[in-house]
């Protein structure tokens, strides 16, 4: 059953009289697995098209985040195809570009990204966060390896919404955090507490600071409680990157900007360039 408050009825149902998922897509390597299932390349049979197809028991309440963040146009989340009841629980069908990387292997392939690539491909997470947002959905998992890459393109999509939840939940009726501990802001480790936007903000800088840094500022629970960030020398102190990456790591999550503020911080102001982005993909060439 799905998660309260969800409706069942406002997901729409697996038909009976579809045919079974064997007989739509053709099963490919596995290209991912966690705690929430496992993640197959595959392709859909009718045209081709090059799918990703997740499995696992816990999938219920992913699947309805999904079916909430699918709108028509909505280019910054990856889309929901299909959906299958099987015998191990639940197979999501989702589109995956011809050629793409997550953001974490797109990262550790060039060592770090230059700030007018990382501009555009976070300006993107951001449009990706936002559209969530306006759905009712906090993704609470934002990492390089939830932010697929198209090489063609340069287009990011949020993926992975085993860790999501309702917008609209109280924060003390969530469960607690089960995204990355690199990324877990300082209130939730001193104090137990989680508050979903300011959360948000903060792994958003954490994603930023991996970007143009190249790896990630803190590694344990002292590290994130210290709060101390040291920068490599071509990420400019008093600079825009800079400050916006402080700002978002403020140890008092009341005083990180909201995400608003974000789009209007100086730094996002120049234009999106994910051209330069497929351009580093030497399959482009």
């Not at 390349?41 to 963040?69: F, I, K, Y």
């Not at 709108?71 to 570009?97: C, I, K, Q, T, Y």
Request: proline share 9%; with cysteine; aromatic share 8%.
């Amino acid at each position: 059953t799905l998660s309260s408050p969800f409706n069942p009825d406002a997901v729409p149902p697996a038909r009976a009289e579809k045919p079974p998922l064997e007989q739509l897509y053709r099963e490919g390597p596995l290209l991912g697995s966690g705690g929430f299932g496992s993640v197959y390349s595959g392709t859909r049979l009718a045209d081709g098209a090059p799918v990703r197809d997740g499995n696992g028991a816990l999938l219920p309440l992913e699947l309805a985040l999904l079916w909430m963040v699918s709108r028509p146009g909505s280019r910054g989340v990856v889309r929901l195809l299909d959906w299958f009841e099987v015998p191990e629980g639940f197979a999501l069908v989702m589109e995956r570009p011809e050629r793409c990387q997550d953001l974490w292997y797109f990262l550790d392939e060039r060592r770090f990204l230059t700030e007018p690539v990382a501009r555009g491909l976070f300006r993107q997470v951001l449009e990706a966060v936002r559209h969530c947002s306006s759905c009712g959905v906090l993704h609470r998992d934002i990492k390089a390896e939830n932010v697929l890459v198209d090489l063609a393109t340069g287009e990011a999509k949020l993926i992975d919404f085993g860790c999501g939840r309702e917008q609209d939940m109280p924060d003390e009726l969530r469960p607690c955090p089960i995204g990355t501990p690199e990324y877990s802001p300082p209130e939730w480790i001193l104090f137990g507490c989680y508050h979903g936007q300011p959360a948000t903000i903060w792994s958003l800088g954490i994603l930023l600071y991996e970007l143009v840094c190249g790896h990630l500022p803190f590694h344990t629970k002292e590290d994130i409680v210290r709060g101390q960030l040291c920068f490599p020398a071509r990420v400019s102190q008093g600079g825009d990157c800079q400050h916006l990456i402080r700002w978002c790591l403020c140890m008092d999550p009341t005083d990180r900007p909201s995400l608003e503020d974000l789009f209007e911080h100086s730094w996002l102001q120049e234009p999106c360039l994910t051209q330069e982005t497929a351009e580093m993909d030497p399959c482009a060439q």
